[in-house]
């Protein structure tokens, strides 16, 4: 079974940014579009980004343009995202995903967790006000 790993996340304070990170040992992320996802306590999992393989092209949902950022590296098998900005309200566990049947994402509020089929075990993320 692919595990994909997430690191990056922690505690920090309304306005700061983190940078996580979803790498994937033993397994390519070329030809897949990854998804960033987000699960709050007693919320359904969300999906918060996604990228395409070919061209790097980025999907993101409305709650998060212009202060999240995803992104890829190819040549080192991760993907990551950039969130700047950080609201109590992103309070979550981040988990990314790939997505073996699409290597284009669409659009993020069409997007759903039953896509994508390797995860990874999530990396909290906590912001205090």
């Known amino acids: 079974q692919v595990q994909l790993v997430e690191s990056g996340g922690g505690l920090v304070q309304s306005g700061d940014s983190l940078r996580l990170s979803c790498a994937a040992p033993?397994?390519?992320?070329?030809?897949?579009?990854i998804g960033w996802f987000r699960q709050a306590p007693g919320k359904e999992r969300e999906a918060v980004a996604c990228?395409?393989?070919?061209?790097?092209?980025?999907e993101y949902a409305d709650f998060v343009k212009d202060r999240f950022t995803i992104s890829r590296d190819n040549a080192k098998n991760t993907v990551y995202l950039r969130m700047n900005d950080l609201k109590p309200e992103d309070t979550a566990v981040y988990y990314c995903?790939?997505?073996?049947?699409?290597?284009?994402?669409?659009?993020?509020?069409?997007?759903?967790?039953?896509?994508?089929?390797?995860w990874g075990q999530g990396t909290q993320v906590t912001v205090s006000s």
């Open positions: 995903a790939a997505n073996l049947m699409r290597s284009r994402c669409t659009a993020v509020a069409t997007t759903r967790a039953h896509e994508f089929s390797y």
């Open positions: 990228v395409s393989y070919s061209d790097g092209s980025a």
């Open positions: 033993g397994f390519t992320l070329d030809y897949r579009a």
